[in-house]
């Protein structure tokens, strides 16, 4: 990791002071260099380049475990921590999408007496007072459902 800083920065710095600052070797800086990709490396690449296709495909809703089973069929095999600090890598995160439940708030099948429809939705009045009409509002809190009539 260090290595690499210095070489996306070596425009920017000296690679000679950045080596002493991050208290590197140059000769190893060089040497790390010249050094062939590893093969576990390639296979990473290959890994990010199956990964990303199927975060996007699942509308950026998949995590590392719903990645690795979609890898799975496809026929490859690796672990979900594999895939986890890959898609961290690339920025991969997933959305979590809250599933929606239904909230009842009116129970309509009961056996109790149903006021008469007076206003048979004419909420025109001749004159003040002659129509008063109210309404119910639920708000959730951390002691419950309160009501509010206004």
């Known amino acids: 990791m260090k290595f690499q800083f210095i070489y996306e920065h070596k425009q920017e710095f000296a690679v000679r002071l950045m080596c002493k600052v991050q208290v590197v070797s140059e000769s190893g800086y060089y040497a790390w260099r010249k050094r062939p990709e590893s ?3 390639k296979a990473d690449r290959a890994l990010e380049a199956e990964i ?14 719903r990645v690795k089973a979609a ?19 690339l920025g991969l995160v997933s959305c979590h ?3 929606k439940r239904k909230v009842i708030t009116t129970d309509s099948q009961h056996s109790n007496p149903v006021a008469p429809n007076r206003l048979k939705r004419d ?3 001749t004159k003040p007072d ?21």
Do not use: H
Request: glycine share 10%; charged share 30%; net charge positive.
């Open 52 to 65: 990303e296709p199927i975060f996007e495909q699942s509308r950026q809703t998949y995590g590392s475990p």
């Open 130 to 150: 002659e129509k008063w009409v109210g309404d119910i509002t639920g708000v959730w809190t951390n002691e419950g459902w309160l009501y509010l009539a206004k």
């Open 71 to 89: 890898l799975r069929g496809k026929g490859i095999n690796c672990s979900r921590k594999r895939v986890a600090r890959l898609m961290r890598l």
């Open 123 to 125: 909420f025109t009045a």
């Open 39 to 41: 093969a576990r490396a």
């Open 97 to 99: 999408r809250r599933k």
